[in-house]
């Protein structure tokens, strides 16, 4: 793990745990995943963001994939009350560090996201740009043994 300040706040990596990635999803989305599916998503995401005011966490950002391929931005989240100040702006760019060190020299790499429509022009702002390609989901209903 390592640690950088923006002004009051500290800037963490792969430090985000399942608890504080839970309490920030439902500060905006409503109820999370369980804890347990939560602790497997943070043990096998490729790099997590997180951001601190004092004890208090009020952003996360992820990086899952491959790290050769694909790479995708999950879970960009900043309490409303700390939107608006560059936390946002912050996090995206450390994410885009992450594939800038860790992806193949010499190569293009795809780093992709899903954004709901509003969401768009706060991304577009990096350079993503939206393709005709559609989202399809299925949530599958793993069986209780
Ligand atoms: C989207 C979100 C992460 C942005 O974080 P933020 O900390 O408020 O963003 P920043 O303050 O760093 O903004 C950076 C720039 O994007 C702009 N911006 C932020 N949200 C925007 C939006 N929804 N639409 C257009 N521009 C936006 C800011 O005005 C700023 O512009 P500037 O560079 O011209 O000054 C935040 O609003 C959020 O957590 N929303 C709820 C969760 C969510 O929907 N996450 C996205 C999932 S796809």
Redesign the pocket.
């Known amino acids: 793990m390592n640690e950088e300040t923006m002004g009051n706040l500290t800037i963490r990596h792969n430090a985000l745990c399942a608890e504080e990635f839970i309490l920030l999803w439902e500060s ?1 989305w409503g109820k999370a995943p369980s804890l347990e599916q939560t602790r497997l998503a943070m043990a096998h995401t490729l790099f997590r963001v997180s951001v601190f005011d004092g004890d208090r966490i009020v ?1 996360m950002a992820r990086m899952i994939g491959d790290l050769g391929l694909d790479y995708y931005i999950k879970d ?3 309490l409303p009350e ?9 996090m995206i760019r450390e994410l885009l560090r992450f594939v800038e060190e860790n992806g193949v020299p010499g190569t293009n790499i795809a780093v992709e ?4 429509p ?2 768009i ?2 991304y577009e ?1 990096f350079g993503f740009r939206a393709n005709e390609a559609q989202r399809l989901r299925l949530m599958y209903e793993v069986k209780e043994s």
């Open positions: 905006v952003g960009v989240i900043v700390y939107q608006e100040r560059g936390i946002g702006r912050h996201l899903c954004a709901m509003d969401k022009p706060f702002k």
